[in-house]
């Protein structure tokens, strides 16, 4: 149900008080996971769902978010696992874990958990952060406009909402510096020949391809073809052109590839399609050639595409750009400033979009449960069974 229309229902402003309680148990290397409840608030950016947990993981060893998403990854993948995996996740979810900031600067920080990766950066996973924590009072709220800033693995992001009876109505957040890496790469890709693709960076390292030109038109009943047609070009252009971040060199890629063109109408200057992947695409195996597409219009890959119209001297620095996604929703870029990342020269993104909570929940892990970390099956995951 939209903000704006009154609720057939009485509902709480908030959750109850005991939602916001936060378990202090560290995650320290190699102690088991102590995640046996964890309590989340679900919740959607234009489509995308972003779970939120608030409570049932305690803080986690490193210096900066990026040190501790790495730890997370090294020895707790679990959690990602059990949240993402069935039987409460689904291939096209994304969790992020709210956790203290390393600095005095930001409110809170967070990172994020998608099907195969840790991305340093999610627009769309950003808008459900700093909706949940307006929303639970998580972050000092003041009407109309608040503004806060959060600590993302990829680096600082400032958040302005507009906020209205404790909602969030609207939320613009200023991302890290976005460039192009390699504009006009041709690759080779297995049962569509040469394809052109540009490679930059918007918080996560993207190919970027023409639609047009691979004969799609960017509509959810092409959904199959377009997560086939992504992950092959993403793997061709990862495995012939790859890219590291100049600053994070693990950072590599790209790990993600956005198709685009023409918009559906008047309200958006693009549309795009971003293939999120499910699992590892094995050339000898076209059942693994799939994935799943990103519900909203993708806040990096925005990023992303404004650096490399830019580039290409397309875009001009105070100018909007309406990307459209898949179900039609829209988020809103702008190019606010230029800058260099390590001599790359790169602009400074702002990207509007909205999110809304749809549920609270505490999940559980039964100490008899057979499936701990969850399960995936080829029937709509691709590939074989997993391990």
């Known amino acids: 149900m939209g903000r704006g229309r009154a609720r057939s229902i009485s509902c709480p402003t908030r959750p109850p008080p005991d939602y916001r309680l936060v378990n202090t148990q560290a995650c320290g290397p190699g102690c088991p996971s102590p995640f046996s409840e964890i309590v989340a608030v679900d919740a959607h950016a234009a489509g995308e769902p972003g779970r ?77 952060v700093a909706t949940v924590l307006i929303e639970l009072g998580r972050v000092d709220v003041t009407e109309p406009t608040t503004r806060f ?19 969030a109505r609207k939320v613009t ?36 391809a023409d639609a047009t030109a691979l004969g799609l038109r960017l509509t959810a009943d092409e959904a199959g073809d377009l997560v086939r047609i992504g992950e092959c070009i993403k793997v061709a252009a990862r495995e012939q052109v790859p890219q590291s971040h100049p600053e994070e060199p693990e950072t590599i890629g790209p ?14 200057d693009q549309r795009n399609a971003v293939v999120v992947s499910t699992g590892s695409l094995d050339w000898g195996q076209p059942s693994t050639w799939t994935g799943a597409l990103d519900r909203s219009p993708c806040g990096t890959a925005t990023c992303a595409q404004m650096a490399i119209l830019h580039a290409q001297g397309k875009m001009a620095v105070g100018q909007d750009f309406r990307n459209e996604g898949i179900l039609g929703t829209v988020f809103t870029g702008r190019i606010v400033a230029t800058t260099h990342v390590a001599g790359t020269p790169a602009v400074v993104p702002t990207i509007t979009g909205t999110g809304w909570v749809t549920g609270y929940a505490r999940y559980v892990l039964d100490p008899d449960d057979p499936f701990p970390d969850g399960f995936t099956v080829g029937d709509i995951w691709g590939g074989a069974l997993a391990d």
């Open 149 to 167: 800033i959060l600590e993302t693995p990829a680096g600082l992001v400032c958040i302005e909402a507009e906020v209205e009876n404790g909602h």
């Open 52 to 128: 939120v947990i608030i409570g049932g993981v305690g803080d986690v060893p490193g210096a900066t978010m990026l040190d501790k998403m790495r730890h997370l990854a090294a020895f707790h993948d679990d959690l990602r696992q059990r949240m993402l995996r069935e039987p409460r996740g689904y291939p096209a979810a994304n969790c992020n874990l709210v956790l203290p900031p390393t600095g005095p600067t930001a409110a809170a920080g967070f990172v994020i958990m998608e099907q195969v990766e840790y991305p340093p950066m999610s627009g769309s996973n950003t808008i459900c």
């Open 255 to 268: 790990t993600i590839v956005s198709l685009v063109g023409p918009p559906r109408g008047p309200h958006a």
């Open 173 to 208: 957040f200023e991302n890290v510096p976005a460039f192009a890496m390699k504009l006009g790469a041709l690759i080779e890709v297995p049962a569509l020949g040469t394809v052109t693709v540009d490679l930059a960076y918007g918080g996560m390292i993207y190919a970027v």
